[in-house]
């Protein structure tokens, strides 16, 4: 199983770009979420998903979109890249149930804007 | 919403020694609280957790420990090796159909621990 994968790894944009970064579990989870991490803030989450066809917002969704047509596709668009969207983005799934609420993490994605 | 303190933000030992990080946090509902251990470029992991209905949990050389009433938990690491070197998260959840299970995340200690 290759557990949680990110696509890209790295990736550059300028300033007013779009892009679409895809996230991708093979276990059957039924949660997943998308967090940034900055230098200093820890990791924040800007939106999640409970279950196919649905999404919601966390704590910083603002520049962002989400969809998650497919119960192991989860993706994350940015409409028009600003300088403040640089950072490195983690995409997590979850089954919460009695045993355990881990999330697993995939690899992340770093974004540089310009 | 619930919101996490973390301290130290940075933390640094001597190989051997104990380490120890606490986070606090607001939400008296919050009933699970993972650790979770990120080494330099590479994804977050959980280490330990624990549930509300449990004081102290331990693993080997790592430890945690809640204290419902003060809203506090803490990570303690015995016997400390360099490979033991990373950023620490803590974050706690309100782990129910209700909150979608949503963790809030502290913002990180960094351990370094010295040969």
């Known amino acids: 199983n290759a557990g949680v994968t990110q696509t890209p790894k790295f990736r550059v944009l300028k300033t007013g770009q779009s892009m679409t970064l895809l996230c991708a579990q093979d276990?059957?989870?039924?949660?997943m979420y998308w967090y940034r991490q900055d230098p200093g803030m820890g990791l924040r989450l800007i939106h999640y998903?409970?279950?196919?066809?649905?999404?919601a917002k966390g704590e910083v969704p603002d520049g962002y979109n989400v969809s998650r047509l497919k119960k192991q596709n989860f993706l994350l668009g940015l409409e028009s890249a600003a300088p403040s969207q640089t950072s490195v983005y983690f995409c997590?799934?979850?089954?919460?149930?009695?045993?355990?609420?881990?999330?697993?993490f995939g690899p992340g994605t770093r974004l540089t804007v310009t | 919403g619930e919101n996490v303190e973390q301290h130290p933000s940075t933390l640094s030992v001597q190989e051997g020694d104990s380490a120890v990080i606490k986070c606090t946090y607001s939400?008296?509902?919050?009933?699970?609280f993972p650790w979770y251990k990120q080494e330099l470029g590479k994804r977050p992991q959980l280490i330990i957790d624990?549930?509300?209905?449990?004081g102290e949990k331990k693993d080997q050389r790592i430890a945690v420990t809640l204290n419902k009433t003060a809203k506090h938990f803490s990570l303690h690491i015995t016997e400390t090796q360099p490979e033991d070197s990373a950023v620490y998260f803590c974050?706690?959840?309100?782990?129910?159909?209700?909150?979608?299970?949503?963790?809030?995340f502290g913002k990180g200690t960094l351990l370094t621990v010295n040969p």
């Open positions: 276990m059957n989870h039924e949660y």
């Open positions: 998903s409970v279950g196919e066809g649905t999404t």
């Open positions: 624990i549930r509300s209905n449990v």
């Open positions: 974050a706690a959840s309100t782990s129910n159909r209700g909150s979608n299970y949503k963790l809030t």
């Open positions: 939400d008296s509902a919050s009933n699970y």
């Open positions: 997590a799934s979850s089954w919460p149930g009695a045993v355990t609420y881990e999330q697993y």
